[in-house]
T-cell receptor
Framework: DQQVKQNSPSLSVQEGRISILNCDYT??????FLWYKKYPAEGPTFLIS?????DKNEDGRFTVFLNKSAKHLSLHIVPSQPGDSAVYFC??????????FGKGNQVVVIP | DVKVTQSSRYLVKRTGEKVFLECVQD?????MFWYRQDPGLGLRLIYF???????EKGDIPEGYSVSREKKERFSLILESASTNQTSMYLC???????????FGPGTRLTVL
């Protein structure tokens, strides 16, 4: 059973606008969440993370929001740039060094 | 900077061949992981290792084995490759300091 779910497999957005990616999880033991970005034929690169003691973490154009009661997190990219076109994976950890990954969201930023 | 390298970017093998995929990290991390990525299925954990000579099965270990003889090197072995093992294989190394997994560039394996 998938513990981390990313719906809406693909998203198209105009350059300069906001991209919002959503992620839901089922395991209440998850206490650390990460977003990875992946270009074709490359490995995923770490983008941003958030601990369960926070509800928001910001790094430049990227902000992650966590709603623990809803078991939901989201990644906001503002403003979106063509170089942001990639697959984004949501991942969650319960502290045992293993990550549970979602299936990914394809983002296409239109110039 | 954490550096995780994988022995090949692209590999083509025939059904029944034995395949070795190598992964090396230079940060003295204890935990290392092998995943495969397939369209629509995300990243699925095959095996992981939390120390030299230690290994644990992940979610899809069937048809694979691993070897960790040195801390920096974690090998994935396909004993007898099959066409359904055509995939992108990703190695990762875990940093307890940043609580983050760092990935190698991936090996695109095609089994004919």
């Amino acid at each position: 059973d998938q513990q981390v779910k990313q719906n809406s497999p693909s998203l198209s957005v105009q350059e300069g606008r906001i991209s919002i990616l959503n992620c839901d999880y089922t395991n209440s033991m998850f206490d650390y969440f990460l977003w990875y970005k992946k270009y074709p034929a490359e490995g995923p690169t770490f983008l941003i993370s958030i601990s369960s003691i926070k509800d928001k973490n910001e790094d430049g154009r990227f902000t992650v929001f966590l709603n623990k009661s809803a078991k939901h997190l989201s990644l906001h990219i503002v403003p979106s740039q063509p170089g942001d076109s990639a697959v984004y994976f949501c991942a969650a950890s319960d502290g045992n060094n293993r990550l549970a990954f979602g299936k990914g969201n394809q983002v296409v930023v239109i110039p | 900077d954490v550096k995780v390298t994988q022995s090949s970017r692209y590999l083509v093998k025939r059904t029944g061949e034995k395949v070795f995929l190598e992964c090396v990290q230079d940060m003295d991390h204890e935990n290392m992981f092998w995943y495969r990525q397939d369209p629509g299925l995300g990243l699925r954990l095959i095996y992981f290792s939390y120390d030299v000579k230690m290994k644990e099965k992940g979610d899809i270990p069937e048809g694979y084995s691993v070897s960790r003889e040195k801390k920096e090197r974690f090998s994935l072995i396909l004993e007898s490759a099959s066409t359904n093992q055509t995939s992108m294989y990703l190695c990762a190394s875990y940093s307890g300091y940043t609580d983050t997994q760092y990935f190698g560039p991936g090996t695109r394996l095609t089994v004919l």
